[in-house]
Protein backbone atom coordinates (compact mmCIF):
# COMPACT_ATOMS: atom_id res chain seq x y z
CA UNK A 1 0.00 0.00 0.00
CA UNK A 2 1.29 3.45 -1.20
CA UNK A 3 1.74 6.57 1.45
CA UNK A 4 -1.21 8.02 -0.88
CA UNK A 5 -3.24 5.31 -0.40
CA UNK A 6 -2.92 4.80 3.58
CA UNK A 7 -3.95 8.53 3.74
CA UNK A 8 -7.19 8.09 2.00
CA UNK A 9 -7.82 4.74 3.59
CA UNK A 10 -7.51 6.49 6.84
CA UNK A 11 -10.10 9.14 5.92
CA UNK A 12 -12.53 6.50 4.60
CA UNK A 13 -12.78 4.40 7.43
CA UNK A 14 -12.97 7.32 9.68
CA UNK A 15 -16.26 8.95 7.18
CA UNK A 16 -17.90 5.48 7.37
CA UNK A 17 -18.70 6.35 11.22
CA UNK A 18 -20.64 9.21 9.99
CA UNK A 19 -23.02 6.65 8.74
CA UNK A 20 -23.89 5.64 12.84
CA UNK A 21 -25.71 8.04 14.91
CA UNK A 22 -24.37 9.03 18.20
CA UNK A 23 -23.94 11.95 21.02
CA UNK A 24 -21.53 13.77 18.40
CA UNK A 25 -24.29 14.04 16.20
CA UNK A 26 -27.10 14.77 18.50
CA UNK A 27 -25.31 17.44 20.12
CA UNK A 28 -24.55 19.47 16.68
CA UNK A 29 -27.50 18.62 14.76
CA UNK A 30 -29.59 19.93 18.49
CA UNK A 31 -27.88 23.40 18.62
CA UNK A 32 -28.04 23.98 15.38
CA UNK A 33 -32.22 23.76 15.69
CA UNK A 34 -32.16 25.09 18.46
CA UNK A 35 -29.60 28.28 18.39
CA UNK A 36 -29.36 28.28 14.18
CA UNK A 37 -25.84 28.30 12.46
CA UNK A 38 -23.02 29.60 14.12
CA UNK A 39 -24.41 27.26 17.31
CA UNK A 40 -24.18 24.12 15.20
CA UNK A 41 -20.61 25.13 13.79
CA UNK A 42 -19.25 25.68 17.43
CA UNK A 43 -20.88 22.48 18.72
CA UNK A 44 -19.30 20.91 15.44
CA UNK A 45 -15.72 22.46 15.76
CA UNK A 46 -15.73 21.19 19.76
CA UNK A 47 -16.18 17.39 18.59
CA UNK A 48 -13.92 18.22 15.47
CA UNK A 49 -11.41 18.94 18.30
CA UNK A 50 -11.68 16.01 20.28
CA UNK A 51 -11.33 13.60 17.17
CA UNK A 52 -8.28 16.41 17.04
CA UNK A 53 -7.13 14.93 20.39
CA UNK A 54 -7.98 10.92 20.34
CA UNK A 55 -6.71 10.80 16.61
CA UNK A 56 -3.45 12.08 17.61
CA UNK A 57 -3.18 10.03 20.30
CA UNK A 58 -3.89 7.10 18.54
CA UNK A 59 -1.28 8.08 16.00
CA UNK A 60 1.78 8.46 18.79
CA UNK A 61 0.51 5.08 20.12
CA UNK A 62 -0.73 6.37 23.64
CA UNK A 63 -3.90 4.53 22.93
CA UNK A 64 -2.26 1.52 23.89
CA UNK A 65 -1.26 3.13 27.52
CA UNK A 66 -5.41 4.27 27.97
CA UNK A 67 -6.47 1.08 27.10
CA UNK A 68 -4.49 -0.85 29.18
CA UNK A 69 -4.75 1.52 32.27
CA UNK A 70 -8.14 -0.34 33.01
CA UNK A 71 -8.20 1.99 36.01
CA UNK A 72 -7.61 4.95 33.94
CA UNK A 73 -10.12 3.94 31.48
CA UNK A 74 -12.75 3.08 33.88
CA UNK A 75 -12.75 6.55 34.95
CA UNK A 76 -13.01 8.40 31.74
CA UNK A 77 -15.90 6.37 30.77
CA UNK A 78 -17.98 7.24 34.26
CA UNK A 79 -16.72 10.66 34.06
CA UNK A 80 -18.42 10.71 30.50
CA UNK A 81 -21.56 8.62 31.66
CA UNK A 82 -22.33 11.32 34.21
CA UNK A 83 -21.68 14.43 31.81
CA UNK A 84 -24.34 12.87 29.26
CA UNK A 85 -26.39 12.23 31.91
CA UNK A 86 -26.52 15.54 33.27
CA UNK A 87 -26.61 17.12 29.72
CA UNK A 88 -29.69 14.73 29.07
CA UNK A 89 -31.11 16.05 32.68
CA UNK A 90 -31.09 19.48 31.25
CA UNK A 91 -32.72 18.74 28.21
CA UNK A 92 -35.29 16.58 29.58
CA UNK A 93 -36.32 19.57 32.16
CA UNK A 94 -36.18 21.99 28.92
CA UNK A 95 -32.98 23.63 29.75
CA UNK A 96 -30.84 22.47 27.16
CA UNK A 97 -31.81 24.97 24.58
CA UNK A 98 -29.71 27.52 23.81
CA UNK A 99 -31.53 30.71 22.27
CA UNK A 100 -28.60 32.44 20.39
CA UNK A 101 -30.27 34.66 18.22
CA UNK A 102 -32.21 35.66 20.82
CA UNK A 103 -29.19 36.65 23.01
CA UNK A 104 -27.27 39.14 20.87
CA UNK A 105 -25.27 40.31 24.01
CA UNK A 106 -23.65 36.66 24.87
CA UNK A 107 -23.15 36.19 21.05
CA UNK A 108 -19.50 35.27 22.33
CA UNK A 109 -19.81 33.24 25.34
CA UNK A 110 -22.83 30.98 23.84
CA UNK A 111 -20.40 29.58 20.88
CA UNK A 112 -17.75 29.15 23.70
CA UNK A 113 -19.91 27.31 25.80
CA UNK A 114 -21.31 25.32 22.75
CA UNK A 115 -17.52 24.54 21.54
CA UNK A 116 -16.83 23.20 24.81
CA UNK A 117 -20.31 21.31 24.84
CA UNK A 118 -19.36 19.50 21.58
CA UNK A 119 -15.84 18.88 22.71
CA UNK A 120 -16.48 17.45 25.99
CA UNK A 121 -19.63 15.43 24.10
CA UNK A 122 -17.02 13.66 22.10
CA UNK A 123 -14.68 13.04 24.88
CA UNK A 124 -16.72 11.83 27.15
CA UNK A 125 -16.07 8.37 24.84
CA UNK A 126 -13.35 7.45 25.98
CA UNK A 127 -13.33 4.23 23.58
CA UNK A 128 -12.91 6.88 20.59
CA UNK A 129 -9.51 6.69 20.86
CA UNK A 130 -9.10 2.85 20.59
CA UNK A 131 -11.16 3.15 17.59
CA UNK A 132 -8.49 5.69 15.84
CA UNK A 133 -5.93 2.89 16.78
CA UNK A 134 -7.19 0.45 15.04
CA UNK A 135 -7.92 2.17 12.06
CA UNK A 136 -4.18 3.05 12.33
CA UNK A 137 -2.90 -0.15 12.92
CA UNK A 138 -4.77 -1.39 9.61
CA UNK A 139 -3.47 1.56 7.19
CA UNK A 140 -0.09 2.82 8.55
CA UNK A 141 2.64 0.77 9.32
CA UNK A 142 5.94 1.40 10.53
CA UNK A 143 7.84 2.20 7.02
CA UNK A 144 4.52 4.48 6.44
CA UNK A 145 6.47 8.18 5.60
CA UNK A 146 5.92 11.07 8.48
CA UNK A 147 3.99 13.19 6.34
CA UNK A 148 1.57 10.63 5.26
CA UNK A 149 0.93 10.36 9.08
CA UNK A 150 0.46 13.66 9.52
CA UNK A 151 -1.72 14.32 6.07
CA UNK A 152 -4.00 11.25 7.75
CA UNK A 153 -4.24 13.28 11.33
CA UNK A 154 -4.98 16.07 9.28
CA UNK A 155 -7.42 14.15 6.73
CA UNK A 156 -9.55 13.24 9.73
CA UNK A 157 -9.58 16.81 11.75
CA UNK A 158 -10.77 18.20 8.50
CA UNK A 159 -13.64 15.73 7.44
CA UNK A 160 -14.59 16.01 10.84
CA UNK A 161 -14.67 19.47 11.12
CA UNK A 162 -16.32 19.28 7.74
CA UNK A 163 -19.44 17.17 8.13
CA UNK A 164 -20.04 18.67 11.16
CA UNK A 165 -20.49 22.47 9.65
CA UNK A 166 -22.59 20.64 6.68
CA UNK A 167 -25.19 19.08 9.08
CA UNK A 168 -24.96 22.68 10.98
CA UNK A 169 -26.39 24.37 7.59
CA UNK A 170 -29.10 21.31 6.92
CA UNK A 171 -30.27 21.41 10.40
CA UNK A 172 -30.32 25.56 10.54
CA UNK A 173 -32.58 26.09 7.59
CA UNK A 174 -35.29 27.83 8.90
CA UNK A 175 -37.77 25.10 7.43
CA UNK A 176 -35.72 23.13 9.36
CA UNK A 177 -36.22 25.77 12.91
CA UNK A 178 -39.87 26.29 12.02
CA UNK A 179 -40.83 22.53 12.29
CA UNK A 180 -38.24 22.49 15.32
CA UNK A 181 -40.18 25.14 17.01
CA UNK A 182 -43.24 23.55 16.68
CA UNK A 183 -42.10 20.47 18.01
CA UNK A 184 -39.52 21.50 20.19
CA UNK A 185 -40.58 19.90 23.79
CA UNK A 186 -41.29 16.44 22.14
CA UNK A 187 -37.41 16.70 19.76
CA UNK A 188 -35.26 18.00 22.98
CA UNK A 189 -37.04 15.13 25.30
CA UNK A 190 -36.51 12.73 22.51
CA UNK A 191 -32.85 13.74 22.60
CA UNK A 192 -32.60 13.92 26.35
CA UNK A 193 -33.35 10.26 26.04
CA UNK A 194 -31.17 9.02 23.48
CA UNK A 195 -28.25 11.31 25.76
CA UNK A 196 -29.12 9.29 28.79
CA UNK A 197 -28.66 6.21 26.76
CA UNK A 198 -25.39 7.16 25.95
CA UNK A 199 -24.65 8.37 29.37
CA UNK A 200 -25.85 5.17 30.90
CA UNK A 201 -24.01 2.72 28.78
CA UNK A 202 -20.58 4.71 29.56
CA UNK A 203 -21.68 4.76 33.29
CA UNK A 204 -22.30 0.84 33.74
CA UNK A 205 -19.13 0.53 31.49
CA UNK A 206 -17.24 2.19 33.55
CA UNK A 207 -17.96 0.94 36.73
CA UNK A 208 -18.24 -2.71 35.86
CA UNK A 209 -14.87 -2.47 34.52
CA UNK A 210 -13.19 -0.69 37.89
Not at 73 to 90: H, P, Q, R, S, T
Not at 152 to 165: D, E, Y
Not at 177 to 195: C, D, M, N, P, T
Request: aromatic residues 10%; glycine residues 10%; charged residues 10%.
Amino acid sequence: MTPTHSVLLTIGLFALTFLSPGPNLLVVVQSSLSAGRAAGIAAGLGVAAGDAIYAALGLLGMAAIVGESGDLFAAIKVAGGLYLLWLAWKMLKGGGSLQLDQAPRASFAMPTNLFLRGLVTDLANPQTVLFFASIFAVTLTTTTPAWARLLSWLGVVAVSALWRCLLSFAFSRQRMRSAYARWQQAIERLAGVAFAAFGAKLLVEGIAKR
